[in-house]
């Protein structure tokens, strides 16, 4: 599985962004979809999860009922839509995949990573 990652850039505080995060490869449709975040000097963190049916989702405390994770199977992508930004919220943004049926909040869980977007949040 390949990953490209987009739709990241500066927004101001209140904001709205939505990334995505196009794959390549068959086994997409089963694998455990991620999102991840990292800020300079910081450990990559954990945001939100899927699971291969689009129904199972799992999000980080940070960003519970402001940022929601869906997936389009047909399409092969998996979308990340981020409101009500917060300056806290800026880091570099990561997709991430797993084949495995199980969400899970540990990036080295994750075998299949996408470079990044930057995601810049002014007040």
């Known amino acids: 599985v390949q990953l490209q990652a987009s739709g990241g850039g500066l927004v101001q505080a209140g904001g709205s962004l939505r990334l995505s995060c196009a794959a390549s490869?068959?086994?997409?449709?089963?694998?455990?979809m991620g999102w991840f975040r990292q800020a300079p000097g910081r450990e990559r963190e954990f945001v939100a999860a899927i699971k291969s049916s689009g129904v199972s989702t799992s999000s980080a405390d940070s960003v519970k009922g402001r940022f929601t994770v869906s997936r389009d199977n047909a399409k092969n992508t998996v979308y990340l839509q981020m409101n009500s930004l917060k300056p806290e919220d800026t880091a570099v943004y990561y997709c991430?995949?797993?084949?495995?049926?199980?969400?899970?909040?540990?990036?080295?869980?994750?075998?299949?990573w996408g470079q990044g977007t930057q995601v810049t949040v002014s007040s």
């Open positions: 490869g068959r086994t997409f449709s089963y694998a455990v």
């Open positions: 991430a995949a797993r084949n495995s049926g199980v969400m899970s909040t540990t990036p080295s869980h994750y075998f299949y």
